[in-house]
């Protein structure tokens, strides 16, 4: 179920109804929300739901299982394998064909017969966010930053509607702590989800679809049909499309989960004025930046262990941090290009300091840069783009609405965080009835510039 | 040092979790969340109820469908019987980024098989029911220089795929899928009227057409009735609809039409409608042989009817199939491509 939907649009005042009744009967209330959550989850294939109760059961036995033991290495153990057959669970669903099909081109390379059996799987929607929770709940129970909670809680935790398919990754310790009272019916931040909504709306729907529809798929889908100035144009327009998708729908998804009483963490903060690829990571999907930190690049020693080894780290983390996007070779290379540049960062510290302004430059054209690798769906059609951008031509594709789309969506972020986050804070501060009011107008005005072919899907559900 | 058992104290709230408290923006009640939300629902009902049905509508059949109907048919008339959606409507309408359509739709069209049901008789075979190259006919080659490429979910990669090949050559190649269209569900788009709108647009030379993924949704027959997919008198009116999109698209002779037929899909209960589309596409085709090239996927891609994930291509086993049964991959789709480009080639000089 997408949230731009009208099946959205009449399950989730019912839901938040239901909820806020049910809340002071805690006892209803959980069973109640991991159905709603599983009512939503089905809604893409009810056989996902499966999967998703195995990952929950899976989990929270090995949870059980860690807590119950003191004995370091048979903690270590049940981690290990519950990890493992988390990321078999991923593996099998997310990147069985793209390896199958790599070893089979290899073996013919080498005039031998394929031996691994082609198989064409449905990707669950969500599994890698769901499988990302599921291994931060076990491995923070094995650390010790959290009990083991309930399965019922750990269900929730898992299959939370707002978060379920899309994120933001987030981790046990920040949203189990919040089941374990019944929510304040009297403190809800009813103005920022309000305002969050609508904010997310106007960024997918006009802003991201809009410049998908106009710019960026017909230039990414034949780059042979048009000149530089149009490419350069498209790749700038896809930095623009993915922020505005990927930040509209968590704005979104944060939204409904204040409405609901539940807070979930940041998952961007104007990644377009990093002034460097740290920054950049501090500022882009900001849960998955945490999640590769803590549970990849400082488990591999992090910076600990030398300036050989800290560049080895970054660029493994960072190549599986591309991965986990999707089974490609662009995004691999798309992972190891951020790599190399945080190591070169890295490598750089205590040098000459360039101007804020420099710095920005070419950061940000060094990351349009990168997204051309990212959505592009092989390397044969990224480097058509690429050497493309060289070529003459005209500049066809920037009418007048996708220019001021791109330029508000790159503007807005260079604005000082202080001045935009006061007059964010005003808005969600006046009265939840006038915020409504607007919202649906909003809406209409959003829905009207809906095609007839509806909304396309946010772009991070794919992965 | 803390004991070995204890839960340690997380490093820090770099996930900014106290954001909200740090603003005082958690000055609300769970009352406001509802009234708000209910407030909001409310507006869009009276305003917009009628989109609600008009959603329901386009939904294939499932509970889904039922709950949003259940909601948007009441919405509907709600919203009919007041002023506000008309509103709305003259104050948005102008947003809408949907083509101007132009033409005759299905309903006013002949797609209706109304002439027929009136006893007209059957109409007279001429020269253009015969495909001139199966009788020895030398035909002229002209260069191809604008290929129109649309369908609705199926013609994707299509599109791209031609678009790669052919756009080196100098060929203008505009793609046009319409996503979860189709021709018996003609309340998202029409495509009698969405045909001659893209002819009167772009006068394509010649068009390749591949769409089947949305049918089977029921349709008014000659005497008004609704018909259900998927028996002869289904599968008739399905082929004057595609016959008047055929009309639209040949302009008179001026232009070839590829039509792709439908691969089986996984699902056995699609098999009716696949069937059924295939055949209503054979039947429209007859009187226009001349310019319409019914190109065969059924037999490409699901011989015999049996549904495969998997094929030969080069000498080497490549998914070409979606994991949803239904669609062509990339892979499926560059075959499909290759097929079409040379199907191509045998009207038109590369």
Redesign the interface.
């Known amino acids: 179920m997408l949230f731009p ?3 959205f ?2 399950f ?2 019912i839901v ?2 239901l909820s ?1 009744a049910l ?1 002071p009967k805690q006892r209803l209330w959980k069973p109640f929300i991991v159905v709603a959550s599983y009512v939503f989850y089905a ?1 893409a294939d009810p056989r996902f739901c499966i999967l998703l109760a195995a990952v929950t059961l899976l989990n929270q036995a090995a949870a059980k299982a860690i807590h119950a033991t ?1 004995n370091q290495r048979r903690r270590k153990l049940i981690t290990g394998v519950a990890v493992a057959l988390d990321l078999g669970l991923l593996g099998a669903f997310k990147y069985y ?1 793209f390896f199958a ?1 790599n070893v ?1 081109d290899l073996l ?1 390379t080498w005039g031998l017969s ?1 031996t691994a059996p ?6 669950p929607v969500g599994i890698s966010f769901f499988t990302f929770q599921a291994i931060s709940y076990t491995v923070d129970v094995k ?5 083991p909670a309930s399965t019922i809680d750990v269900a929730i935790y898992l299959s939370f509607f707002p978060h379920l398919v899309a994120g933001p990754i987030v ?1 046990a ?2 949203f189990i702590p919040q089941l374990q009272s019944a ?1 304040d ?10 305002g969050l909504i609508g904010l997310g709306l106007v960024k997918k729907v006009m802003i991201a679809d ?1 410049l998908g ?1 106009v710019v960026v798929d ?1 230039a990414f ?2 780059p ?2 048009y000149g530089g100035p149009d490419l350069l144009f498209a790749a700038y327009a896809y930095a623009a499309q993915i922020y505005c998708d990927f930040s509209g729908y968590t704005d979104i998804a944060i939204g409904l989960a ?4 539940f ?1 979930f ?2 998952n961007f903060r104007s990644p377009y004025r990093a002034t460097g690829f740290r920054d950049f990571w501090r500022r882009w999907h ?2 998955l930046s ?1 999640f590769l930190r803590d549970f990849l690049y400082i488990p591999l020693g992090g910076n600990r262990k030398g300036r050989l080894r800290t560049y080895f780290n970054l660029m493994a983390t960072m190549v599986l941090g591309g991965l986990w996007h999707g089974a490609s070779w662009t995004f691999v290379l798309w992972g190891g290009f951020h790599g190399s540049m945080l190591s070169i960062e890295h490598a750089w510290d205590g040098r000459r300091r360039f101007p804020a302004a420099i710095r920005w430059f070419v950061t940000f054209n060094l990351v349009v840069f990168a997204w051309i690798l990212f959505r592009s ?1 092989d390397l044969s ?1 990224f480097w ?1 783009y690429f050497t493309g951008i060289f070529h003459g031509g005209s500049l066809s594709l920037a009418t007048f609405p996708a220019v001021l789309a791109l330029l508000a969506v790159i503007g807005l972020q260079l604005v000082p965080e202080r001045t935009s986050h006061g007059i964010e ?1 005003g808005i ?2 006046l009265s ?2 006038l ?3 607007a ?3 909003l ?3 959003v ?8 909304v ?1 899907p946010f772009i991070y559900f794919r992965f | 040092m803390p004991p ?5 104290k ?1 490093a820090r709230d ?4 106290q ?2 408290d740090e ?1 005082r ?17 409310f ?2 009902l009276i ?2 109820g009628g ?2 049905k008009r ?2 509508e ?2 294939n059949p499932g509970v ?1 469908r039922d ?2 109907l259940a ?2 048919k009441p919405a509907a008339w709600v919203a009919e019987q007041l002023p506000f959606a008309q509103i ?1 409507h003259t104050l ?2 102008w ?4 083509q101007k359509l132009v033409g005759l739709g299905f309903e006013e069209g002949s797609a209706t098989g109304a002439g027929a049901a009136a006893g007209k008789g059957p109409s007279p075979v001429t020269p253009e029911w015969f495909d001139g190259r199966e009788l020895g006919e030398e035909a002229p080659r002209p260069k191809l220089t604008k290929l129109l490429v649309t369908g609705d979910s199926l013609s994707t ?1 299509l ?2 795929e031609l ?2 090949r052919l ?2 050559d100098g060929v ?2 505009i ?1 046009e899928p ?4 189709g021709i018996s569900r003609s309340d ?2 029409d495509w009698g009227k969405l045909s001659a709108t893209q002819v009167a647009e772009d006068h394509p030379q010649a068009v390749v057409i591949f769409i089947g993924a949305n049918e089977g949704l029921p349709m008014p027959g000659p005497g008004g009735e609704e018909v259900s997919c998927c028996g002869p008198e289904w599968a008739a009116i399905w082929a004057n609809r595609a016959r008047q999109m055929m009309e639209n698209y040949i302009q008179g002779g001026r232009a070839k039409l590829y039509w792709l037929t439908v691969p089986a899909a996984r699902d056995p209960a699609r098999k009716p409608i696949v069937d059924a589309v295939n055949a209503a596409v054979d039947a429209a085709a007859a009187p226009f042989r001349s310019s319409v090239r019914v190109v065969d996927m059924n037999s490409v891609f699901t011989p015999g009817d049996e549904f495969r ?2 094929m030969e291509i080069d000498g ?4 070409v ?5 239904i669609h062509l ?2 892979e499926g789709s560059a075959l499909a491509a290759e097929i079409v480009e040379e199907e191509l080639d045998r009207d038109f000089t590369p």
């Open positions: 939907t009208v099946q649009a009449i989730f005042p938040l109804a806020w809340m809604a003191e064909g099909q089979d013919n394929p082609l198989l064409s799987i449905a990707l650390r010790r930053l959290v009990e981790r310790r920040e929510r019916p009297e403190h809800v931040a009813v103005g920022a989800g309000l809009y529809r017909p889908g034949v042979q049909a204040l409405l609901m009483g807070i963490p940041q900001m849960t945490r769906p059609l058509t804070v969600e501060r939840p009835i915020l409504a009011v919202l649906a107008a809406i209409l005005v829905g009207a510039t809906v095609p007839s072919q509806g396309p | 070995e058992n204890a839960p340690r997380p770099d996930s900014l979790m954001r909200f603003q923006l958690r000055r609300f009640s769970a009352r406001d969340a509802v009234l708000a939300t209910a407030l909001i629902a507006l869009l305003f917009s989109s609600v959603a329901g386009e939904l889904g709950v949003v909601v948007g709305g948005t309408g947003l809408s980024p949907d990669p599109d791209i678009g790669q756009t080196p203008e190649v793609r319409h996503l979860a269209t998202v788009v994930d998997a080497q086993e490549t998914i199939r979606e994991p949803d049964g991959n990339k």
